[in-house]
């Protein structure tokens, strides 16, 4: 017999059919489990036990999905007391004697897969996906997670008592790695997959009711080896790698402890967590790049248009590059070059990556075919006519990208988006040449652009909504991290960038060395330092962007200038800041280069004096924040979290730290303001570098941040 009763206005759906009791979450967009659904939850839940008509329990999720688990913006400060959280859900259901089945469609993560596992019973649809992705969020599965997930993998996956299925849910846990249902089933999490989630569980419930298969009964073991094996391949715990040992340590616990005091000490490691600077520095970056796609100030809701092709101008690395991005989402695109040797190696370039990456077990031989195909190198414009965007991506001289867009506006069809993957050039003098300035767009990618995640979107001064909305669309489809940035020198991140070179070499003059300014930055956590970075991009390039960069108001080293005139542009050259040795990548200290850098500093009259790392850490970060404040007073950027994004994804910032920008708020803008003048009162410095950016000066004084700083200032 079918009885409903559907409950208005309420984050859960209660039905019930044949004594089952079907608990649906019902919060969009993602059902999070927030203080007010868990209570709704648990009231839905209590009044579900007490009744004695029905037998077993069902959880459901509308909206397309389980739930995206514990709601992230409730860890942004202490819950109010007496909030109920998820724990409390699953505290309800552990003290039952009914039977509970999870019925899961689409996503269940983090503390929703910790309420499925909690349950006797886990039925999952084709498109299910389970995961504990808290390690993202610099947290560790904090309802259980750590004590029923190796239990229940060891428990089904017996062979070696159990070892190899604890070593699955470790992995899975720390590499916050989500299954799909044919996996699931195959690891043990779901018990069963069906095209109707929901009506399978019902039908389990009925034959199941009465059962109970709880994983908390379950015991198992785990090697002292394992998890010694485990701590030593994440990162140390104060490289980004706190969350990762202290779950280690959890499963630990859940082999060695009784199942509640495992859960005890997981939940203390968790509060712990929580509260710290890495785990909210990654949860500052969750929601910056949910905020990547919202732009504020457009006239309507503007719909992007649809690309289905597209093209590059130049067949050099770069072009090449942002050819097997396109590739790689499906976009078919062909790539124009005139020069027949540059086409040749660009085709061997793109055939290798593929081959490399089948060959790395990344992707399958035909899907590196297809993709290899999907790239297509044609000699005039006439043969790209079609596409709905073309990027050029040629030398950068302004002179040069001008031709190429006068060409492109000729050749392309009306409608047709016009991209630069300028790194710093003026995008509205190229906009000038084409009778289309409204469908004129940067598209920088970051070399290799096939890799790096960032992608700055300039906006030039007659950039449409709708070229500017399909920009930002694409950038996703593309899978980038996709920035708006102001059409200034530089964009958002080399404009940065040439504040922290500058600092850099600042240092030198003063007293460091290369290798000691590097490895300082490589302590902060940057994966190389500013000089390692400057050989690899090419010191030459550096030095041909100068020469098109505004005056500075303040005076520039010429260290890498008289590097450059003895021909060492770096690693393609074997030696710049460094020496490189037989074509390796480790850089080697040159005394020589040490001498020359002396050599500047006596031509300065400046007197060398011994410079500790937290001076080289501190100019070098604090000048990316002073020019950052100005960066979002100027309106080049739209938030401080995009500036965070670009920093992270294209410079190698730290993610445990957030960003510079984040790392400024933790900091406190007031200490920031503090250290600047005591920086601009040495003797030597600057004024002019150093003086806060208004913007900086003004949130100091007010107690504010970044973070909460919304609109232009006045
Ligand atoms: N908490 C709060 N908000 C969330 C959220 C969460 N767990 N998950 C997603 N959202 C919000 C997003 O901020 C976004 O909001 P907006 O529209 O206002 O910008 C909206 O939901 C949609 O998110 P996406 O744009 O990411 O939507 P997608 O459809 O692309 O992806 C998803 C959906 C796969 C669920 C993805 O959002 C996701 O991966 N979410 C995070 C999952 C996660 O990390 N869960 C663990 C939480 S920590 C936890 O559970 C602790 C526990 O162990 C105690």
Same mark, same amino acid.
């Given at each position: 017999m079918?009885?409903?009763?559907?409950?208005?206005?309420?984050?859960?759906?209660?039905?019930?059919?044949?004594?089952?009791?079907?608990?649906?979450?019902?919060?969009?967009?993602?059902?999070?489990?927030?203080?007010?659904?868990c209570a709704e939850v648990i009231r839905e839940l209590e009044a579900a036990i007490a009744d004695s008509a029905v037998t077993a329990i069902v959880f459901a999720g509308a909206n397309g999905l389980f739930s995206g688990g514990a709601d992230v913006n409730e860890f942004q400060a202490p819950p109010p007391p007496g909030s109920k959280n998820i724990r409390d859900v699953i505290a309800t259901v552990e003290k039952s004697d009914k039977t509970f089945v999870a019925a899961i469609d689409g996503n269940a993560l983090g503390g929703a897969l910790e309420l499925a596992l909690a349950c006797d019973y886990r039925v999952g649809s084709n498109n299910a996906r389970v995961g504990l992705p808290e390690i993202l969020l610099g947290l560790l599965p904090g309802a259980g997670g750590t004590q029923r997930l190796p239990r229940l993998l060891s428990a089904r996956n017996p062979m070696n008592n159990g070892l190899a299925g604890v070593q699955m849910a470790l992995?899975?846990?720390?590499?916050?790695?989500?299954?799909?249902?044919?996996?699931?089933?195959?690891m043990g999490i779901l018990d069963d997959v069906a095209l109707g989630a929901v009506e399978r569980a019902v039908e389990l419930a009925k034959t199941k009711a009465g059962t109970k298969a709880r994983v908390s009964r379950f015991t198992f073991i785990v090697l002292p080896s394992m998890t010694a094996m485990a701590h030593g391949m994440v990162p140390p715990e104060e490289?980004?790698?706190? @969350? =990762?040992?202290? !779950?280690?340590? /959890?499963?630990?616990?859940?082999?060695?402890?009784?199942?509640?005091? +495992?859960?005890?000490?997981?939940?203390?490691?968790?509060?712990?967590?929580?509260?710290?600077?890495?785990?909210? @520095? =990654?949860?500052? !970056?969750?929601? /910056?790049?949910?905020?990547?796609?919202?732009?504020?100030?457009?006239? +309507?809701?503007?719909?992007?248009?649809?690309?289905?092709?597209?093209?590059?101008?130049?067949?050099?690395?770069?072009?090449?590059?942002?050819?097997?991005?396109?590739?790689?989402?499906?976009?078919?695109?062909?790539?124009?070059?005139?020069?027949?040797?540059?086409?040749?190696?660009?085709?061997?370039?793109?055939a290798s990556t593929y081959e490399g990456q089948v060959k790395k077990g990344r992707i399958a031989a035909d899907v590196a075919k297809a993709r290899t195909e999907g790239v297509k190198f044609v000699g005039d414009y006439a043969a790209i006519a079609d596409v709905d965007v073309v990027i050029e991506a040629v030398f950068e001289s302004m002179k040069v990208k001008k031709e190429v867009f006068a060409a492109l506006d000729k050749a392309l069809k009306p409608g047709a988006i016009l991209a630069s993957n300028t790194s710093t050039l003026d995008i509205d003098e190229m906009a000038s040449m084409t009778s289309r300035p409204g469908q004129v767009v940067g598209l920088h990618f970051f070399a290799p652009a096939n890799i790096m995640q960032l992608l700055e979107i300039v906006r030039g001064k007659s950039t449409s909504d709708e070229t500017l909305v399909t920009a930002t669309a694409l950038a996703k489809r593309l899978r980038k991290k996709g920035v708006v940035s102001g059409n200034a020198f530089g964009f958002?991140?080399?404009?940065?960038?040439?504040?922290?070179?500058?600092?850099?070499n600042f240092l030198l003059e003063e007293g460091a060395t290369p290798m000691q300014i590097d490895g300082a930055m490589k302590d902060f956590g940057f994966p190389m330092g500013p000089f390692g970075m400057s050989d690899l991009s090419g010191i030459d390039v550096f030095y041909k962007i100068s020469l098109e960069a505004p005056k500075?108001?303040?005076?520039?080293?010429?260290?890498?200038?008289?590097?450059?005139?003895?021909?060492?542009?770096?690693?393609?050259?074997?030696?710049?800041?460094?020496?490189?040795?037989?074509?390796?990548?480790?850089?080697?200290?040159?005394?020589?280069?040490?001498?020359l850098i002396a050599a500047?500093?006596?031509?300065?009259?400046?007197?060398?004096?011994?410079?500790?790392?937290?001076?080289?850490?501190?100019?070098?970060?604090?000048?990316?924040?002073?020019?950052?404040?100005?960066?979002?007073?100027?309106?080049?950027?739209?938030?401080?979290?995009?500036?965070?994004?670009?920093?992270?994804?294209?410079?190698?910032?730290?993610?445990y730290r957030g960003g510079p920008m984040f790392f400024a708020d933790q900091t406190g803008l007031h200490d920031v303001v503090r250290t600047?003048?005591?920086?601009?009162?040495?003797?030597?410095?600057?004024l002019g570098v150093w003086t806060p950016a208004p913007l900086l000066a003004r949130l100091a004084h007010q107690g504010q941040t970044f973070s909460a700083f919304k609109g232009q200032p006045k």
């Open positions: 079918l009885q409903t009763e559907t409950r208005p206005a309420s984050l859960v759906r209660a039905e019930t059919r044949d004594g089952i009791r079907i608990l649906t979450l019902d919060s969009p967009p993602v059902n999070a489990l927030g203080s007010r659904l992995d899975m846990m720390l590499k916050g790695e989500s299954k799909n249902a044919t996996q699931a089933k195959g490289r980004g790698g706190l @969350a =990762a040992h202290k !779950l280690i340590d /959890a499963v630990e616990a859940a082999s060695e402890m009784e199942f509640k005091y +495992g859960l005890a000490h997981e939940r203390r490691l968790f509060e712990e967590l929580v509260r710290s600077g890495p785990a909210q @520095a =990654a949860i500052h !970056l969750f929601f /910056a790049e949910r905020e990547l796609g919202k732009i504020p100030n457009l006239a +309507g809701d503007v719909k992007p248009k649809e690309i289905k092709s597209a093209a590059v101008v130049g067949a050099g690395t770069m072009g090449t590059g942002i050819a097997m991005v396109f590739a790689n989402a499906g976009i078919p695109v062909s790539v124009i070059d005139v020069n027949p040797e540059q086409v040749e190696r660009g085709r061997a370039n793109i958002i991140g080399n404009r940065m960038l040439f504040d922290y070179i500058r600092e850099a500075a108001p303040y005076r520039t080293s010429e260290i890498a200038a008289r590097l450059y005139e003895q021909g060492r542009y770096g690693q393609k050259t074997g030696k710049g800041f460094f020496i490189y040795e037989d074509g390796k990548r480790e850089p080697v200290e040159d005394p020589g280069v040490n001498d500047e500093s006596k031509r300065l009259g400046i007197k060398r004096r011994r410079i500790k790392d937290e001076e080289i850490v501190e100019r070098c970060i604090y000048a990316l924040i002073n020019e950052g404040a100005r960066i979002i007073e100027d309106g080049i950027a739209q938030r401080s979290s995009d500036i965070d994004l670009v920093y992270l994804n294209g410079y190698g910032f730290p993610a600047l003048k005591s920086i601009a009162a040495q003797p030597g410095s600057d």
